[in-house]
């Protein structure tokens, strides 16, 4: 049991509830389990629990204090070495200020600057736990990717019956066990990911623009996220939100979408294309809007630079995999680009196709490598196509 806790590091949160004497218990077994285990407690922790208990069982300094005598902050520090947090027990006011991203002491500053998963095990009076406040700021964290083990139930210290209770010690430290050994294939990875499509603008208030909605690849950049990797998403015009855990940059035009790129492409190990760009803008962008005038108005449209192309071109250990949408001769169009553009594999579709393409939560594909190799992917939601993909570009790197 709890093998997964070797030679990881551990920062344990202790918020001012009752149960914080079960904290101790945890940083013992923590402990026990091979982890290296930073404690920060909040000054209401400090009312039920000393700095000198878990620094006498766990042999290290206990940290309290944002404002501390080291020369770099503390809170970055704590953040950058943790391969998990775990606040137990988590008071309402502590979910209430993390949820709203209050950074007002060395707990809540520090979690901020987490990348790492966040574990977090409420425990108050049942009414404090049942609050809809207290409801809707749990869900709203989990929305954003932390594990909350839910309170056990029965008497609690204040003598009320009901849920609220902090969970025993050792179901804490096995809940976060199976979080630390969840599939985190892809930490220390860079991964950018492009997605939707960018437009031409012709005016102030008229563009030319395609279908893609985007779908596809924020799911891409979600599971990557997911896997633990660091993932910047390139964006097109989509209504999308920005997905949680992933550095997000708006773009709209082509040439946006380049530069975004270039610029985090160096230390990347992987790039996944499935924006649709737009391959060609305007001559002249008029600067005003344009006049009806006359039956016809003709656009003059000069080539956009091919962003792919030139990621093939200046790799050096990136994998690079490419998206083909196409209307007819799929398998031809999609080995003609592969080549050309240097990619490892291109994910071929047909967007004609019912189930697949621009809007739909499904589609149809094949990957298609450079070694000849295909897999069919039949109909299925994009998040799990994303999955596919990914498995791939895991055996490339
Ligand atoms: C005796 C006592 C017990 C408390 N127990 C809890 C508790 O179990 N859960 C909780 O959410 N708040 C509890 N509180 C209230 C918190 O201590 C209070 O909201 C405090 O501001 C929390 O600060 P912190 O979240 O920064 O640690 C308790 C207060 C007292 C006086």
Redesign the pocket.
Known sequence: MSGGFKEKRILLGV?????AYKAIEVASRLKKAGALVDVVL????E??VTPLTFGEVLGRKVYTNLWNEESEPIHIRLAENADMAIVA?A????IA?ARLGIAD?L?TTTLLAIRTPIMIAP???TN?YENPITQKNIEELKKRGAYIMPPAEGVL??GAIGA?RLPEPVDIVNFAENILSQNLSLKGKKIIVTAAGTIAPIDPVRFIGNHSTGKMGFEIAKEAAKRGADVVLVAGVTHLKNPDGVKTIRVNTTEEMRAAVLAEYDDADAVIKSAAVADYRLAEVATEKIKKQGDELTLKLVRNPDILKELGEKRKNQILVGFAAETNNLVEYANKKLREKNLDFIVANNVKEEGAGFGTDTNIAKLIFKDGREIDAPIMQKSELAKIILDEVEKLL
């Open positions: 918020t001012g509830g009752i149960a909040t000054k209401g922790a009312n039920f027990p008071t309402a006011n502590f200020k002491d707990l425990a108050m009076n404090m210290a204040c609220g």
